[in-house]
């Protein structure tokens, strides 16, 4: 059964960290390129980083040099950490199958049943 598992998130100061975790359960997950969404208020919901299966990840202007996304060995964990951060980086944030190098609320997303409940990140002193 696939599932997406986010966990990570919670509230931190301008210029902290958090590590962001997504449990995939399901092989569709393991084989293909994956990413890191993110829907602030009343925004679209932007894909922000990706990394293909063979480890190449590509990042969204915004977040490069910030964030770093990667896998774990299992290949169904996938981890963004985040530093640096600042109150334009609160959002909902979701990890989901992705189109590898695509960045921004323009991109193709994955079926509307299929995300999991996501994870608050609220960045503010």
């Known amino acids: 059964q696939e599932q997406l598992v986010e966990s990570g998130g919670g509230l931190v100061q301008p210029g902290g960290s958090l590590r962001l975790s997504c449990a995939a359960s399901?092989?569709?997950?393991?084989?293909?390129?994956m990413g890191w969404y993110r829907q602030g208020p009343v925004k679209e919901r932007e894909l922000v980083a990706t990394?293909?299966?063979?480890?190449?990840?590509n990042y969204a202007n915004s977040v490069t040099g910030r964030f770093t996304i990667s896998r774990g060995n299992d290949k169904n964990t996938i981890y963004l950490q985040m530093n640096d951060l600042g109150p334009e980086d609160t959002a909902v944030y979701y990890c989901?199958?992705?189109?590898?190098?695509?960045?921004?609320?323009?991109?193709?997303?994955?079926?509307?049943?299929?995300w999991g409940q996501g994870n608050q990140v609220t960045v503010s002193s």
């Open positions: 989901n199958l992705a189109v590898y190098g695509c960045s921004g609320d323009g991109c193709l997303l994955p079926d509307p049943g299929s």
């Open positions: 399901g092989s569709i997950y393991r084989d293909n390129a």
């Open positions: 990394i293909h299966k063979t480890g190449r990840t």
